[in-house]
C-alpha cells in the first residue's frame, strides 16, 4: 500500500505491530487520532510510556502492579487458598467472578516447549517456596490453567513439584460450558464431563 | 472490570478511546506491549505523536501529507482530471486501482447535518477556486463520494456549484460488485444496475 506521507506510514506500521491488528484498521486510527485534539494522542502515548516504564510485578505473587508490594500482602483475604495462573487477564477474570477470596500466583506463562519456554523461564520456584515458607498456612493450592496440552503439562508439572509439600492441589471443574448447547459441545469436552460426572446436589443449584 | 494496577486501568482507557477497540482487546494490547522490548512502546508512542504534531495538509489537494506541499504539484499526472474523494482512505484505495492518474481532491469529510457537518466546514470553496483558477485545464471532476445518502447529497451539492464553470462532471459506477453474486446483491444495487445498464462491448473484457 502505498500511503501519501511518511509520517503516516511510520505510524501505520507501528501501530499494525500490534496483535490482532491490520494496515487497515492501523490506518483507520491513525486518521481517527488525526482528527481528535493533540491532547488524545498526548494522554494515549503518555499511558503507554508509563505502563512499560513504571509497570512493576509484586515480588510475592508477580502480578502486574504499581508497586513491587501489591495489595496481596495487606488485603484481607483467605490465607489457606492459593490459586495459580497463567498471567494477569486470568486474575481479573477470576475476580469478576467473586467466587475466589484467597491469593493468586501469577506464573508469567505457561510451559511451551515449541516457543522455547521451560519451567525456569516461569515463576514455579517462587511458588513452592511460598508454599513452603508458609508454614503450612497454604492448605489448598488450586492450579487454574487453560485447558490446552501446555496447560495441562504445566499444571501436571506443578503438582509434581508440590507434591512432597503436602498441600492439596485441586484444579479447575472443565465441562459443559454453561448456558452451552450439549449439541454443539465438541467430542472431548462432553465425554469427559460424562467421565466426570458428579452427584446432582438437590439441595442447591449448582 | 478490577485492574490490578492504576498503570494499566490508565493505559486500558486510553487504547479503548480508540474506534472499535473495546476493554478487553485494550488489555489484551497493553499486556502485549508490557511483553516486548521497551523500544517498541517507545516506536510506536513517538510515531503517534509525530504523525499527530507533523501532519500538514497539501494546501492544494488538501491531503494529508508530510509538509503544506506535498507531491501533487510536481507529480507529472494528467492535469484535465480531477477526482474529489472524502478522506485520505479514499485516494490511497483509489491509487491502488492503477485506473486514475489524475489529481485528487480531499473534502475532509461529507455534508452530514446530524453530525453538525456543513458545506462550510469542508474544502468545497477551495475546490470550486481550484477549478476556476485552472483557466479549463481541469475538463473534468469525477465525484468519488461513497454510494450513502450524505454521499449523494455531498455530489449533488458540489456539483450544482460546479455547473457554472463548465467543466464536465461525472461520477463513478455503481453497480453489482465484481465477484458478487446477483442472489445476494441487495434490491437497490440490484434495481440500479438494471436501470442504468450499458452496451455490451464486445471488444473488451470490461
Chains 1, 2 share one sequence.
Do not use: W
Not at 65 to 70: A, F, G, R
Not at 166 to 191: C, M, N, Q, S
Amino acid at each position: 500500500m502505498q500511503y501519501p506521507s511518511k509520517l503516516i506510514e511510520d505510524a501505520v506500521n507501528e501501530i499494525s505491530k500490534l496483535p490482532g491488528i491490520g494496515k487497515k484498521t492501523a490506518l483507520r486510527l491513525a486518521l481517527y487520532l488525526l482528527k481528535q485534539d493533540e491532547s488524545s494522542t498526548e494522554n494515549l502515548s503518555t499511558a503507554l510510556l508509563d505502563l512499560r516504564k513504571k509497570t512493576k510485578y509484586c515480588r510475592i505473587c508477580h502480578i502486574i502492579s504499581d508497586s513491587e508490594d501489591c495489595t496481596c500482602e495487606s488485603a484481607r483475604r483467605d490465607t489457606s487458598l492459593l490459586c495459580v495462573v497463567e498471567d494477569t487477564p486470568d486474575v481479573i477474570a477470576i475476580q469478576n467472578t467473586a467466587q475466589f477470596l484467597g491469593y493468586f500466583h501469577v506464573l508469567g506463562g505457561i510451559i511451551s516447549p515449541i516457543q522455547g519456554i521451560g519451567p525456569n523461564d516461569l515463576n514455579i520456584n517462587s511458588l513452592l517456596e511460598r508454599v513452603k515458607n508458609s508454614d503450612g498456612a497454604i492448605k489448598e493450592v488450586i492450579l487454574a490453567l487453560s485447558p490446552t496440552m501446555e496447560g495441562d503439562t504445566t499444571s501436571f508439572y506443578i503438582a509434581k513439584k508440590l507434591q512432597p509439600l503436602h498441600v492439596k492441589i485441586t484444579t479447575i471443574a472443565r465441562g459443559v460450558p454453561i448456558g452451552g448447547e450439549l449439541e454443539y459441545t465438541d467430542e472431548i469436552t462432553l465425554g469427559r464431563s460424562i467421565a466426570q460426572r458428579r452427584l446432582y446436589d438437590i439441595t442447591s443449584d449448582s
